[in-house]
């Protein structure tokens, strides 16, 4: 593909290189230049360069720089043919390369390859014409080159000592163009003139242009610099103006407002530590001139030793009845966590102090987390502080910067405190499941010493340097879960689970608590907008699938919006608004979630679950299905690597039951079953489907339908034991709304039992199951002795596997 000639060829030797097009530059003969490359044409070229043009390429100047794609039309006659000598890629996709020019070439199209064109180039040689005045030209340049570089220190010595050695006037052009501040454009016309002495000629003259304009501008910097001089001059004469005024006492005095801040010192209630930390700081500041820029660091250090509430308190008092009070008032249900707040601040009015664990609410997202923590402060009297830690990942953020950072600050706990201006609030540290870690550090290690109560009365902060009590503050976390709480974190915390509501509870808190504040806030009257208990249970079950009541507010803040615009389009003719059941889809559209509810009437392999993630409970069907084949297993429904093994693990506890169960011992190599769990587009995971798995495989494989009014959960082992599992209150409260009757749950979880509501235990037959055995004569459609009907010939596998020269034999006891 090459028809190269060596770069020293005349003329009237053509080649073929790929051509890369140059905005405001221009290479010259002889220069060693770098480039940043960035576009995909002219990559492409010097990778073509390199790899099959040994390393030469055409370099043009494009005649208009802001071209991103110039053509060919746009581009100079005449160019540089280039010897690539450096090439760096760089992480941005961009490249480094180190172009050495060669010589100089005229060019004309020769088609593109991959992307960049390629042109045919001409060498054009220099034109040396019988000039007697060339030398004298020469010994000018090197005098103008040798004067320009004293006063342009961009300029090496060593360039400067390589152009001074130079006696070709063509060569001397070339070599000191580059260091020349003109326009590309002016340098593109001179690099194009052949005749060297005309070359070198309009080269003195830019660079006796240059250097004009390079006097011109030590002129201007000089005349600038005597006229900061003078501002300075002024500053300071105005400087002892001020200090001769103050002296006078016409105005403050920067040390009468240092002796302020030493009285503040003296009189301020706080450790005597900080006390002479700061007087110290007061001694260097009496000595620093304003003007330092320590000054301002010290000043501030100052400003927040000050500031800070050491040992202000503010008169708290916890009267239990009124706490009472604050929380039924504020919150509805939530009454094992109100109790639990409750007996804790008996026991603070008691020990008179505020050592023992701190608290963390954790529960599922809008079920009241942090409106109780709210409430809590308005009961006992203390200011309220919310700090989010969600998101970050920076220890200062906790600890704050040392003072030797520019702009440092106190860690946030010690902000909040400034804000509040007392020692004593009630501190809630939101979402502390949401820190991560990096590189700066990790914020959950720096909280281990300020939830401490044993340490958190010397908190120490980077930017103060000093002990800081926290022990007086109520500190109150918040949580969605507690899998990513470290446990050391986590051990210095008394954990008080909030579950999700039930809808009576969310009908009630809608009727009470929501619909009220969304009036308020819609501009409406209770008169204006009317929604019935059926209604409102519709809402809740159809347009909201959450634990909390964040969504359902939403909703009916949708309905006072649909209801203000029918009352201001109406006008003095408007009347109230009565949502119903039937109306209902008018104001809200169609259903947005729809509960899956249990089946119509028993069938073969299909049997109902109960499963739980943070939005509450709901039911699931686990589907099995059994054709001819050669034992080949498919488990679909989009689920987790702990459910799939839940799968394999009830498979292999069926056929190790087969005997029993009346099946062929090698009845998975005669089929091919298949377990799908519908809702394929949700993700579900978690052991507690075991049971319902064997249940229905054990089913379709027995043709015994499983009873629809049943639902069960619980993870099993290969032995058939069915192990306890958690969210049993959700689950349970699923299963209610979905028209069950019986659910079968682990022996285990029977003190669970406890936290779900009576309202939906009773709509419940609860049994209490700790074995396979136990569930399958419970949950299929069937007596036990049809299930289990190959119980009296069934025999150990591994008997078979022996055989009768491995039996044991009995021996009579010696």
């Known amino acids: 593909m090459e028809d190269n000639t060596h770069a020293g060829a005349g003329p009237e030797i053509m080649m073929t290189l790929p051509l890369m097009s140059l905005r405001e530059v221009v290479m010259f003969p002889r220069s060693i230049m770098p480039l940043f490359v960035g576009r995909d044409a002219s990559i492409k070229a010097i990778d073509a360069g390199l790899a099959q043009y040994g390393k030469k390429i055409l370099l043009v100047a494009q005649k208009m720089p802001d071209m991103e794609k110039p053509t060919l039309d746009d581009l100079y006659g005449v160019g540089v043919i280039s010897r690539i000598l450096q090439m760096l890629r760089l992480p941005d996709g961009t490249i480094k390369v180190l172009f050495e020019g060669l010589e100089r070439a005229s060019w004309e199209p020769a088609g593109t390859a991959d992307g960049f064109p390629l042109v045919r180039v001409t060498p054009l040689a220099d034109v040396v014409p019988d000039n007697p005045d060339m030398q004298a030209l020469v010994r000018l340049a090197h005098e103008g080159i040798e004067e320009y570089a004293k006063g342009n220190r961009k300029i090496p010595q060593e360039a400067v000592s390589a152009i001074l050695a130079q006696q070709d006037p063509g060569v001397v052009a070339d070599a000191i163009l580059p260091h020349l501040k003109v326009e590309y454009r002016v340098k593109q016309e001179v690099m194009e003139i052949l005749d060297v002495a005309k070359r070198l000629e309009r080269t003195h003259e830019l660079l006796l242009g240059d250097m004009a304009a390079a006097s011109v501008e030590r002129r201007i910097k000089t005349r600038v610099k005597n006229q900061m001089e003078r501002n300075q001059r002024e500053y300071y004469l105005n400087e002892q103006i001020k200090a001769i ?56 250090y100052v400003d927040w030793l000050l500031d800070l509430p050491w040992n202000a308190l503010k008169e708290t008092e916890v009267d239990i009845a009124r706490a009472r009070a604050v929380l039924d008032g504020d919150h509805f249900g939530l009454e094992k966590p109100k109790e639990r707040i409750l007996e804790y601040l008996a026991v603070q009015k008691l020990s008179g102090g505020l ?87 990790d914020p959950a290690s720096a909280l281990l010493e300020v939830l401490d109560p044993e340490q958190n009365a010397t908190f120490m902060d980077h930017y103060l340097d000093l002990e800081y009590d926290l022990s007086k503050v109520f500190f109150i ?55 019935s208990d059926s209604a409102l249970m519709e809402i809740i079950r159809s347009y909201t699938f959450e634990a909390g009541v964040r969504n359902l507010e939403r909703e009916l803040g949708t309905l006072c919006r649909k209801t203000a615009i029918r009352k201001v389009e109406a006008g003095k003719a408007a009347h109230g608004a009565s949502v119903t059941l039937q109306n209902l889809a008018g104001y809200l559209g169609m259903k947005k979630f729809r509960h899956d509810e249990r089946e119509s009437a028993p069938q ?188 009296a010939t069934a025999s150990p596998l591994y008997l078979t596997l022996r055989g009768t020269a491995g039996k044991r034999t009995e021996t009579p006891a010696q």
């Open 477 to 531: 976390t918040t949580a969605n879960s507690l899998h990513s709480i470290p446990a050391p974190l986590m051990d210095r915390m008394e954990i008080i689970e909030l579950n999700s509501y039930l809808d009576t509870e969310k009908r009630h808190i809608a009727r009470h608590f929501l619909l009220p504040r969304q009036l308020a806030q819609h501009g409406l009257t209770a008169e204006d907008l009317k929604i």
């Open 355 to 441: 050592r023992g664990p701190i608290l963390c609410l954790v529960g599922p997202p809008g079920v009241g987390k942090t409106s109780l923590a709210r409430s809590v402060a308005r009961a006992t009297g203390r200011d309220f502080v919310r700090l989010s830690l969600g998101g970050v990942r920076d220890e200062a953020e906790i600890r704050g910067h040392r003072r030797t950072y520019v702009g440092a600050l106190p860690g946030k706990m010690l902000q909040s405190l400034k804000r509040v201006k007392c020692n004593n609030p009630l501190f809630l540290l939101d979402e502390i499941d949401k820190m991560s870690t990096d590189f700066r550090g």
């Open 245 to 300: 005024n103050k002296e006078l006492g016409r105005e403050d005095d920067p040390q009468a407002e240092l002796d302020a801040l030493e009285k503040r010192f003296r009189e301020k209630d706080m450790p005597e530590e900080a006390r002479t930390r700061g007087l110290g700081e007061l001694k260097k500041l009496r000595g620093m001139p304003q003007q330092a820029s320590e000054y301002t660091v010290l000043r501030n």
């Open 604 to 791: 073969v392999g299909v049997c109902t679950g109960m499963a739980y993630n943070q939005r509450g409970g709901d039911i699931l069907h686990v589907e099995t299905s059994i054709m001819p084949g050669g034992g080949q297993v498919a488990i679909t429904g989009q689920l987790g690597d702990v459910m799939q093994e839940s799968a394999r693990a009830a498979l292999s506890y069926v056929r190790s039951r087969a005997d029993m169960l009346g099946l062929d011992p090698r009845f998975h190599r005669k089929v091919d079953i298949h377990v799908h769990v519908p809702a394929g587009a949700t993700p579900k995971d978690g052991p507690s489907a075991g049971v319902t798995l064997v249940t229905s495989i054990t089913s379709a494989l027995l043709g015994i339908p499983v009873r629809n009014d049943v639902a069960m959960t619980g993870e099993i082992s290969l032995r058939g034991r069915v192990l306890p599992i958690g969210g049993l209150r959700e689950k349970l409260m699923a299963a209610r709304r979905s028209g069950i009757s019986e659910v079968l749950i682990p022996r285990d979880n029977e003190r669970d039992v406890r936290d779900v509501p009576d309202e939906v235990l009773r709509a419940l037959k609860v049994h209490f199951v700790s074995h396979v055995d136990e569930v399958l004569p419970l949950a299929l459609a069937a007596p036990a002795e049809e299930i289990f009907c190959g119980r």
